[in-house]
């Protein structure tokens, strides 16, 4: 796997779910949703400043072990960027975007078919947050409500060697009186026996690139890192959205993740690039509704954007390379980043491998999502998450189509939205797709981007 987030829990993962997968109308509703909240602060010279996320979800995943068999939730893909705590914390948000952020989420969790919300926060400073993001989502958007914070668990991050599977415990027996609460008469809360035991290797950025990952460093290494006049930040921007019926929602965020990481396999170990913590929602406006989008608003990923390159600018790093893996991201990214180089003084640009392969005129034209090339990457770095007998071909445009008008790539566009150009979801033809091309295209890219980002590093 290439991807951390390919390798979390299939059977409970909300980005592992295509969007026919999630509740409509009429149909019997998931219970549950977890979103957990993590951040980033310094905690004395041998603790990660990642420490919270960590901790947490290793509790998280051991609560919600038990609870697999029978479908009664789903984990949303944790948000990173919350409260900023300035004397100690790292990428955090102002409180507006912030909410804004939690808002706009809750919103694509209702929309989704969910009927309960929980907000799982390991963050001390964003426990305000928590709880005024679940009373405005209970009172604007209708949703069952809850908070479990990190606290109230017996979790202390300050000494994160405390008793984690107490820790889960207790937060199983939470989940089972939520998933009880407001039920039917007679539903019984049902508490499993929880099981012993870790797995690693859904942790929160690929392990062999921990040394690249700010949010692995101590508070002290994170400041140094930024002192080479080359050192050069990544923020990776991706989105949760639907993908068609074959590839699950989370696409873009662990094609994003694969691709970074086949670019980072070739940077000389030396070169002092590094990866902030991703940014997994983007703007997915143009796929309202689908079910298991999570949409953000354009003036929250800009307030978003921004706020961490103003935290990078103030650990001392002058370039910041955003590698942006969703096209409804792109117009709100390239205004972001003119004010982060002309108001931040950051030498900030947008960076993409800029990879074309061989591909048969049609495709090569108007496939634009959940295509041939997505699929083949989803067929290399995750295939157990693709499901290519549900693959359908649907194209927004054909090559000898008369008249100039078009959805994209033409002399006069117009606005659209995915139902307005498929049934499906799809605007390509993944049934082309096949895991050899993925696995060459993604190397071929991965090579490509390192390039531009040493090249980026190095001032040219």
């Given at each position: 796997?290439?991807?951390?987030?390919?390798?979390?829990?299939?059977?409970?993962?909300?980005?592992?779910?295509?969007?026919?997968?999630?509740?409509?109308?009429?149909?019997?509703?998931?219970?549950?949703?977890?979103?957990?909240?993590?951040?980033?602060?310094?905690?004395?010279?041998?603790?990660?400043?990642?420490?919270?996320?960590?901790?947490?979800?290793?509790?998280?995943?051991?609560?919600?072990?038990?609870?697999?068999?029978?479908?009664?939730?789903?984990?949303?893909?944790?948000?990173?960027?919350?409260?900023?705590?300035?004397?100690?914390?790292?990428?955090?948000?102002?409180?507006?975007?912030?909410?804004?952020?939690?808002?706009?989420?809750?919103?694509?969790?209702?929309?989704?078919?969910?009927?309960?919300?929980?907000?799982?926060?390991?963050?001390?400073?964003?426990?305000?947050?928590?709880?005024?993001?679940?009373?405005?989502?209970?009172?604007?958007?209708?949703?069952?409500?809850?908070?479990?914070?990190?606290?109230?668990?017996?979790?202390?991050?300050?000494?994160?060697?405390?008793?984690?599977?107490?820790?889960?415990?207790?937060?199983?027996?939470?989940?089972?009186?939520?998933?009880?609460h407001r039920c039917p008469?007679?539903?019984?809360?049902?508490?499993?026996?929880?099981?012993a035991g870790d797995k690693?290797?859904?942790?929160?950025?690929?392990?062999?690139?921990?040394?690249?990952?700010?949010?692995?460093?101590?508070?002290?290494?994170?400041?140094?890192?930024?002192?080479?006049?080359?050192?050069?930040?990544?923020?990776?921007?991706?989105?949760?959205?639907?993908?068609?019926?074959?590839?699950?929602?989370?696409?873009?965020?662990?094609?994003?993740?694969?691709?970074?990481?086949?670019?980072?396999?070739?940077?000389?170990?030396?070169?002092?690039?590094?990866?902030?913590?991703?940014?997994?929602?983007?703007?997915?406006?143009?796929?309202?509704?689908?079910?298991?989008?999570?949409?953000?608003?354009?003036?929250?990923?800009?307030?978003?954007?921004?706020?961490?390159?103003?935290?990078?600018?103030?650990?001392?790093?002058?370039?910041?390379?955003?590698?942006?893996?969703?096209?409804?991201?792109?117009?709100?990214?390239?205004?972001?980043?003119?004010?982060?180089?002309?108001?931040?003084?950051?030498?900030?640009?947008?960076?993409?491998?800029?990879?074309?392969?061989?591909?048969?005129?049609?495709?090569?034209?108007?496939?634009?999502?959940?295509?041939?090339?997505?699929?083949?990457?989803?067929?290399?770095?995750?295939?157990?998450?693709?499901?290519?007998?549900?693959?359908?071909?649907?194209?927004?445009?054909?090559?000898?189509?008369?008249?100039?008008?078009?959805?994209?790539?033409?002399?006069?566009?117009?606005?659209?939205?995915?139902?307005?150009?498929?049934?499906?979801?799809?605007?390509?033809?993944?049934?082309?797709?096949?895991?050899?091309?993925?696995?060459?295209?993604?190397?071929?890219?991965?090579?490509?981007?390192?390039?531009?980002?040493?090249?980026?590093?190095?001032?040219?």
């Amino acid at each position: 796997m290439h991807s951390w987030l390919a390798n979390t829990d299939p059977e409970t993962a909300w980005a592992h779910f295509a969007w026919p997968d999630f509740p409509v109308s009429g149909s019997a509703p998931l219970p549950l949703a977890i979103l957990p909240l993590h951040g980033f602060a310094g905690r004395g010279e041998d603790t990660p400043v990642d420490a919270e996320e960590l901790i947490g979800a290793r509790v998280l995943r051991a609560a919600t072990a038990p609870f697999k068999a029978n479908g009664s939730l789903r984990i949303l893909p944790p948000v990173r960027q919350v409260l900023a705590e300035r004397r100690s914390g790292f990428f955090g948000l102002d409180p507006e975007t912030a909410c804004d952020f939690l808002m706009n989420l809750s919103r694509g969790v209702r929309d989704s078919g969910c009927t309960k919300l929980l907000f799982f926060n390991t963050s001390a400073v964003s426990a305000p947050l928590a709880a005024t993001a679940a009373l405005d989502a209970r009172a604007e958007f209708g949703l069952q409500t809850y908070v479990v914070q990190a606290a109230d668990l017996g979790l202390d991050f300050n000494h994160p060697a405390g008793d984690v599977h107490a820790a889960a415990k207790r937060l199983q027996g939470l989940i089972s009186e939520i998933l009880a609460h407001r039920c039917p008469p007679g539903t019984p809360a049902q508490v499993p026996a929880i099981q012993a035991g870790d797995k690693q290797d859904d942790a929160p950025f690929p392990l062999r690139f921990r040394n690249r990952y700010l949010g692995s460093f101590t508070a002290s290494r994170l400041r140094a890192c930024a002192g080479s006049a080359d050192a050069l930040a990544i923020l990776p921007v991706a989105a949760i959205e639907q993908h068609g019926h074959h590839l699950p929602v989370g696409v873009d965020a662990i094609l994003g993740q694969a691709l970074l990481a086949a670019a980072l396999d070739t940077v000389p170990a030396d070169a002092p690039i590094f990866a902030a913590p991703p940014l997994l929602y983007g703007k997915s406006i143009e796929h309202a509704g689908f079910a298991g989008t999570l949409s953000i608003d354009g003036k929250t990923l800009r307030r978003s954007v921004l706020s961490i390159a103003r935290d990078l600018g103030r650990l001392g790093f002058r370039r910041l390379a955003v590698t942006n893996f969703h096209g409804g991201n792109i117009h709100v990214l390239d205004m972001t980043l003119r004010e982060i180089r002309e108001d931040l003084g950051i030498e900030a640009v947008r960076l993409r491998a800029g990879y074309q392969p061989e591909m048969d005129p049609q495709e090569l034209a108007w496939g634009m999502h959940a295509d041939e090339w997505e699929t083949s990457l989803m067929l290399a770095c995750a295939p157990e998450c693709v499901h290519m007998e549900k693959a359908v071909r649907e194209y927004p445009a054909h090559v000898d189509d008369p008249g100039l008008l078009r959805p994209e790539k033409s002399a006069a566009i117009f606005g659209w939205l995915t139902r307005d150009l498929s049934n499906s979801g799809v605007l390509g033809d993944p049934t082309r797709a096949d895991a050899d091309k993925g696995r060459r295209w993604l190397a071929e890219g991965g090579a490509l981007l390192s390039r531009r980002l040493l090249d980026f590093a190095r001032g040219s």
